[in-house]
Structure formats: C-alpha cells, structure tokens
C-alpha cells in the first residue's frame, strides 16, 4: 500500500477518545471477561520555574521521589487484571497497602469510571506478594495514586471496550450505536444486557493485545467526585478485619520479651520451665530480638514476658543519649560555604534541632505465621510484601516460592510498614514452635524498641541585600534513615540515571525529596547521615516536615529582615503559581493579618512535594490560660485553634479522601510542632505509652479546620499522604514564633521541659494491665 | 480455670479461663469478637473502648472475675441493637462525614461517643466542645475533627 493511501491511525477512532492517544490493553484468556494492563506510566513533566532572582532548578525540581517509583514501575513485565464476574461486579486485587490512606476507595473510583459501573460494584482486595512485580508493589512516598492512575482505567477501559462489543454481537448492531451506564449496555432501539450477563460472551480463549481509549477528564462522572471510603460500613461495624483480628486455625497468641536498651539481645533465660507452666502458656523460645511466648490469651502472654528473668547483652545504643546524639550530629553537619559575616548584605541564620519520634500506628505491629516444613505462609499489613518475602525466606531457608505473603488491611502505617519487623519475627518464632503464631507487640514495645523517625538538625544560612535573597543554605543532619525496605532497591537499580551526581543512597533521596519553594538566588540543601544503631524508619515523609519547618521558620526571619509581610513574601518569591494559587487562598480565607489578641497569632506556611502542594494558616494560642490548662495525665501546652488548609493535588480522585488525608496531616504536623517527641537515655526511650508519648488528642485538636481542594490544575493526580505535615508543621512553628516573640529551634517545643511522666520500668520490659477499668466507667 | 458468665450483646455467655484475665482478651481470643480492638493494654488508648450496663469502659483494664452474671457487655458488634436498628444514629452519622481513616480506633470511638453524649446529658447538656476535649480516644490517623462533627450531628438522632 502506497503512503498515499495509508489509513490514519491512531488519533481519529471512531467513539470514545476521538483525537486522543491510545493506550494498549489486554484481555485475558478466562471464563469470564479478564482485562489488564501493563502498570506504570511516564515520568510527569518537569515543573517550570520562574523566577525573581532565579534559583537553578533543583533536583527535586525536576523529578522528585514520587516520580523515581514511577519510573521504576516501568520495565517490569507483570500486568494487573480485572475481572468482571457473572454477578455484574468487577474483581481487582490492587499491588498496594492500604493503611487507611483510602486507596482502595480511590482504586475502585477510577474502575468505576471507565467502566461505567456502580461503585458499589467494584470489588477492591489487596494482593498477596508478587515478585513479578518488582517494583510496582511499593507502597511509599505517597505514590499509588500516581503510579496507578493510567493503568488501572486502561485495563477498565479495555474491559468496557470488550462488553460493547460482546453486545453489539448479542443485539446484531454496531459497536459504535450503544452507550453503557451504571453497568448496563443499552441500545437505541432499547436492547439492554448487564454486564454480569455479558462477562462470560465477553471472555477471551486467548491473550489479545487491543487499544483503548481513555475518558477525557471533562467527561468524568466519579474521578473528582466525593466518595465515602468503600469500607466505611465494615470499619463503623467493627467488621473490617486486620491481622490480629484474623481466625487462622491454631494460631494462639504470641508475644515477646524484649531487651531493656535499645537492639539488645538475650543471653540466657533463667526461669523457662516455671514461665513454661504459667497457665495458658503453650511454648517459649530465645529469638534473636528477645524470647517468644505463645500462650491461649495476650493476657497470659504479658503475665509470661512479665515473668520472664533473662539475662541480656547490650544493646547498639546503651551509653547514648539525646545530648550525645546531638554532638554526634554537631560533628557531621557539613559545612556552609557562604561566610556569615558578609559586608554585602545581611545574613540570617539558626540551627533548629527535632527529637526522636515514634511512627508507631494504633494497630501494633503484628502478623501471623504458620511456618511448616517446606513452606510458609503469612498474614500482615506490609507495603513491600516483595522484600518481605524474600526476607522471610532467607530467614527461614525456604525459597521465596515457598512463602507465602498475605497483605492485611493496616491499622495505619505512618512509615512503619514499609518494614515488616513483626512479619519476620512471627515467621522465625513459628518456625521454631512448629506451630503457627499471631504475634502482637505490645504498646510498650512499640515506642522503646519499634522504629523512631531519627533524630536530626537543620541548620539553615541565608543572606539578603536591598530587600532580595541572595543565597539559601541548609545542611540538614540526621541519624540515619533505613531504607532496607525496599525503596532501597529501586533507588540503586535507577540511580545512574538519576540527575544527583556521585552522591549516596539518603543523599539521593534527599536530594529527590526536598525542594526550595523560592527563589532564594544560589540555593543549596545537603544531607549528612550519622549513626546506625537505631531502629529507625520514615514518618508520614521522610526528611520534608523537618526541612520545611526549618525553612519556613527562616522565611519569616528573611521576610522581617527585608521588611515584608510574611505572606506577601512568600508570594513574591514562590516559583511556582500553583503554589501561589493555594498560598493565595489560605490567605483570603483565613483572614491573614487580622488583629490577635496578645499571646494569640497567626502562621502561614506551605509544602511542595510530590506533584501536589499544599498550604496553611494557622492560628495558636499561647496564652497561660491555655498552656495551664489541666487534663490528667496529659501534656496540654499551647492550642492551634484554627486551620485553613488549601491543597493542589493535581487532580484529586477523591476530594473527600484527600481531605481526609489533610487533616490527618494536620495533626501529626501539630504533634510534632508542639507535643511529640522522643527522650534518649542510655539507650531507652523514656516514653512507654500513649500518655507519655503526646500525640495529638482532642484537647489540642483544632476546633476550627478548614480544608480546601483546589480544582484540577495539572490533569494527573500527584501524591497527598504525606503533604500536610510539613506545611502543618512549619505555621504552626512560624505561628508560635510570633505569638511568644521567640523562634522556637527545639522540636517538639516542650522537649526540653523536664519529664511531665514518670518511665515506665525497663525490667520487666512491659507494664501489667490496669484493673481500674469499672471505676472508670463513664 | 473458673467458669465465668455474663450477657454479651444480648445473649448470655459462658468461658472458662483463669480469673485474671483481662476481658479484652475473653472476647478476643476467647470468644473471637473483634470489634473491640488493642491498641495499649494500659487504659490509655481507648481503642477497646465498649460498654458495660450502658457506660463505656475498657475491657482491656477488667479481670473476667470482676465481671457480674448480670453485667451487660456491649461491643460495637451489639450497639446497633441497642436501639434496635440495622445501625446506631452514631454509626449512621460515621458514615455521613466518613470519619475512618484506617479503621482501627474507630469502634472504639464510636462507642466512647454514644457514652459521652449520654454523660453530657446526665449532666443536663447537649454535648459540645468542652466535653470533645475529654474524650481520650487516639486516633493516629488523626480524624479528630470529622470526630467532632459526626458526634455533633449523631447526637440528634437518639
Ligand atoms: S487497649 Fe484498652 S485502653 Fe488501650
Ligand atoms: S482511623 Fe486510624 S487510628 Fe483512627
């Protein structure tokens, strides 16, 4: 065929997408009508920067960590399906985690809209470890949505493709005349066939390659809209099943003694046969992390490990504590290149310093194992079931093909499950037992031996003349952050490719992470990392709440020095519209720039990150009235009484889910502001409970929160989980600042106060349960 | 091992364990009700939050003896019945400002909210701000202000 008389491909298809791109799916050899689609999808356009004094882009500019996972789910050579089933729903086992982040809702609201089916009809579950996978079953860095977003509606797209045709078969009519809605083909004539009627004519004998088109965003009928979370009944019901709440037969309780300082480990257990014939105790046996028991109830357990007499060896950190962590940081921090007295212009500069703190989730960590000989299988909220299986296997001499890999529903994770501690740990314990096990941490556990978000200082310089910022420097310091969850492999199969240069591993995520929202002239950020001993993980971002805090903080101090308003400051400098957009809105709504009552004040701050920025104002009260405020057992301090969030997301999926996801942001941006944090003694954390360790609570909740999504800016959905806390954290530091006259550089900012709880004891390592709880009644 | 008997969402219940064992435990690993959930063992977190004759209590901070052959236990499994609906106007009002996150501290939460309003009400009140900030519960997921709202509009209804 001559040039001439080629077809026009592509662009022009007749139906849905005409003028748009097309996508390749598959349709499956099944019963019933199965579709999939490659996942991944291309890297996002670099964002623009413009500039006043321009700042040369950063890397994280260009392509940022949420981008680096998204590449990464590119060459891999496994599909993800959907299966429409002969009662109308369709079927799709998501390679992700859901830990209350609402990705199943979100996942099930892009299948509902290509497919045009009911909500209510689309069956989310969470699928076991699948290696083939490789990289695209990391659930991290706030990146599902983004990486999931093309290929989940592709593979829902070819789904609908296949039922048009399997009716227009059926009804004897062209494709082209029908029209689906809410699950059901129809024709002009008035033929009708549900879905579920169609899925098994639908079927394919063999694998087929077709191309789809996608629904243009301005034909969205779901995406966009807000949904309540799919499992919201189950959850208000006490329906929703996670680990623990799992009946796997035999699998009695099970927990374990650990060390009194931090990764010590036993060395002889003096009383195993008398703990053995403790009522309900079933086994006991030395691992490497402390000494197991099983037992017929968690109750017997904690009578167990509180029985337990062991002899430890030390632990990785016992002669540290939080002054010699902060020498040891003192000495790492690199060095700033611009002099601090500089005859040109003014310098403003501090070193701001933030705690330990606990990622601990409600839901401890847990898991169940049945270990037998040949082969395993377990059962827990993991967001790299890969690595995890592959861990386990290791651990137990099996092949990775004889493990088995259940991905639970989580009871939040926070970081915390990007590992899977509890997972290994039941799977050596089972192992050893001959006997399948539900392990449970206790809460104790959780803050003195779980992983912590490191300890870590931000020391920032900055120089200004004739009312602009000339340079912008941050050396940020950190005990180190591991990695070894995964998240570490994708770094070092991309890293060569990466625009960092010849730098290291936390560098690298460092560098993709953190970003300079202004223009600050000559800009840099670096990371040096110390010290290895800890257990330590992310915390809802991994170095962005801390950064940002200390930015902001300077921002304020660079605003006064030029004599701006803090928020037209920010505007001016910002790079990015959309940043100004939200900056803009929270501003307006807010009331920036009212009056406040003394010891009262506002804050205004934002967070880039991600392909979504966020922004706040906030308003605290410092007053003695306030910070007096007397609740027993609690640590009250100052209010924020009010919130105005602004949040750019790209393009939110579910407006209301990403709410959700601000507000709980907010929180935890409040908690480590103000309350949250960690205290080091010779290795042991002093916080051992929910009252020691001051995570938000309704006392210090604001009672006036605002939450505004921005409409669609960029047509792709950027990530949300982790937004927040950095913008949270920093108005409220910037807003504490100017209601006390002091910038606060310890975090949380009642660290340094003396203790307000007594320790727990570290021996025996957890407290009994109280028996107060009928006198307490209310 | 002594046999202990109580009512459990309506029906009378019978297990036989060791006196100090914690109710949290009797009906978890016991009985297998789930709803309740762990969350400290300590009486701090409230996510085992349930009721005993109508009062919300910790069961994790209960020995199974102190528990009378009268008492009435009632976990978020049995609250719908209480008023003798498919859902309680709480759990309706959940689900109208989609409070969960995760889910984990939320049946304990809800529970801990039916008793609050009905305590602001033995004090002669409709439930409002100053009583939020005695509620205990945590929610790391941080849903404290959809927490706020749903129990605002849930007190209406019953
Ligand atoms: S588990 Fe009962 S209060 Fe925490
Ligand atoms: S919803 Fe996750 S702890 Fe409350």
């Known amino acids: 065929m001559g040039a001439q008389g080629a077809a026009p491909q592509g662009d022009d298809e007749s139906g849905r997408g005409v003028g748009r791109r097309r996508f390749l799916g598959y349709v499956l050899a099944g019963p019933t009508l199965v579709v999939a689609a490659q996942l991944g999808e291309e890297v996002l356009a670099p964002t623009e920067a413009q500039a006043a004094i321009p700042s040369l882009p950063e890397p994280a500019d260009i392509l940022d960590l949420t981008d680096l996972l998204t590449t990464a789910a590119l060459p891999t050579s496994g599909l993800i399906s959907i299966q429409l089933n002969t009662d109308g729903t369709a079927s799709f086992a998501l390679p992700r985690a859901e830990v209350g982040q609402g990705v199943t809702t979100s996942t099930a609201m892009l299948i509902a809209e290509e497919l045009d089916i009911p909500l209510a009809q689309v069956k989310i579950t969470l699928a076991d470890a699948r290696p083939e996978l490789l990289f695209n079953q990391l659930t991290g860095a706030s990146n599902t949505t983004v990486s999931t977003y093309t290929p989940i509606r592709v593979a829902a797209a070819t789904a ?373 001993g800890f257990n330590t993980g992310s915390m809802r971002g991994i170095y962005s709440p801390n950064v940002r805090c200390a930015q902001e903080l300077i921002v304020d101090r660079l605003a006064a020095g030029v004599g701006q308003d803090p928020y037209q400051f920010r505007r001016q400098t910002l790079k990015d519209p959309r940043a100004v957009a939200v900056l803009d809105k929270v501003a307006q709504l807010g009331d920036w720039g009212r009056t406040m009552a003394p010891g009262t004040a506002q804050g205004i701050a934002l967070h880039p990150e991600y392909h979504s920025v966020a922004a706040m104002l906030v308003e605290i009260d410092c007053t003695p009235a306030t910070t007096g405020r007397q609740i027993p057992d609690a640590y009250t301090g100052p209010r924020v009484t009010k919130v105005v969030c602004a ?82 954290m920093a108005a409220v530091a910037c807003a504490y600042a100017r209601a006390t006259g002091t910038m606060p550089t310890s975090f949380p900012i009642n660290h340094a106060a003396p203790l307000s709880f007594t320790p727990l004891p570290t021996t025996p390592p957890i407290p009994q349960s109280p028996v107060d709880g009928l006198p307490r009644a209310y | 091992m002594s046999a202990h008997t109580f009512i459990l969402n309506g029906k009378p219940v019978s297990v036989d364990v060791e006196d100090d064992v914690r109710l949290l435990w009797v009906l978890r690993d016991v009985l297998g009700v789930t709803g309740p959930k762990y969350g400290c063992g300590l009486g701090v977190c409230q996510a085992c939050t349930s009721h005993i004759n109508g009062k919300a209590f910790n069961p994790c901070s209960v020995p199974v003896s102190a528990i009378q052959p009268t008492d009435e236990i009632t976990t978020i499994e049995g609250l719908p019945a209480t008023v003798g609906k498919d859902l309680h106007p709480m759990q309706e009002a959940w689900l109208e400002y989609d409070v969960a996150q995760c889910g984990y501290c939320q049946p304990g939460q809800i529970m801990a909210a039916v008793a609050k309003v009905r305590q602001a009400r033995a004090a002669g009140h409709e439930i409002g701000d100053a009583d939020f900030d005695e509620i205990r519960n945590i929610c790391r997921c941080g849903t404290y202000f959809r927490i706020r709202e749903a129990i605002t509009a849930g007190a209406k209804n019953f």
């Open chain 1, 647 to 728: 949040v750019d997301a790209g393009l939110a999926v579910n407006p209301l889910g990403l709410q959700a996801q601000m507000m709980g942001g907010i929180m935890d941006g409040i908690a480590v502001a103000l309350t949250s944090g960690m205290h080091l003694d010779n290795g042991v954390f002093q916080e051992g409970s929910w009252d020691n360790y001051f995570y938000t609570r309704q006392w210090n909740t604001p009672p006036d929160l605002q939450i505004v999504v921005m409409p669609p800016t960029s047509g792709t959905p950027g990530g949300a989980g982790e937004l927040a806390v950095g913008a949270a």
């Open chain 1, 160 to 532: 609908r493709q296949r039922l048009l045709a399997a009716a227009a078969a059926q009804f004897g009519v062209p494709a082209s005349t029908l029209t689906t809605a809410a699950g059901v083909v129809s024709s002009p004539s008035g033929q009708s066939a549900t879905y579920g009627s169609l899925a098994v004519a639908a079927a394919s004998q063999v694998t087929l390659q077709v191309g789809v088109a996608l629904k243009a965003q301005s034909d969205f009928q779901v995406i966009g809209t807000a949904q309540n979370r799919i499992d919201a009944l189950d959850i208000v019901t006490g329906r929703k099943q996670f680990a623990m709440d799992l009946s796997v037969p035999n699998a009695l309780p099970t927990m374990v003694c650990r060390p009194p300082t931090v990764n010590g480990t036993p060395l002889s257990v003096q009383n195993l046969a008398a703990v053995k014939a403790m009522p309900g105790v079933t086994d006991v046996v030395t691992i490497a992390t402390g000494v197991a028991v099983r037992a017929a109830t968690f109750g017997q357990c904690i009578d167990a490990v509180r029985a337990l007499q062991v002899t430890w060896a030390p632990g990785t950190e016992d002669n540290s504590s939080d002054a010699t962590v902060q020498q040891e940081l003192k000495a790492a921090e690199l060095p700033l290149v611009v002099p601090p007295l500089n005859l040109l212009a003014q310098t403003v500069e501090a070193t701001f310093t933030f705690a330990f703190a606990s990622n601990s989730a409600l839901e401890p960590n847990c898991a169940i194992a049945d270990v037998r000989p040949g082969r395993a299988e377990v059962w827990a909220a993991v967001k790299a079931p890969i690595v995890a299986q592959g861990a386990i296997a290791a651990k137990l001499g099996l092949l990775p093909s004889a493990v088995t890999v259940h991905v639970v529903q989580g009871g939040g994770s926070f970081g915390r499950k990007l590992f899977f501690d509890a997972a290994l740990e039941a799977a050596e314990i089972s192992q050893l037992m001959g006997k399948p096990v539900k392990l449970m941490w206790h809460r104790t556990d959780e803050f003195r031996q779980g992983r912590t978000h490191p300890m870590s200082t931000s020391h920032v310089r900055a120089t200004h003349a004739l009312g602009q910022v000339l340079t912008f420097e941050q050396r940020h310091t950190s005990v180190a952050t591991d990695f070894g969850h995964g998240l570490g492999e994708v770094i070092t199969a991309l890293v060569a490719d990466l625009p960092v240069g010849d730098i290291g591993f936390s560098e690298t995520i460092f560098e993709l992470s953190q970003q300079t929202p202004y223009n600050f002239g000559v800009t840099t950020q670096l990371l040096s990392e110390v010290d290895k």
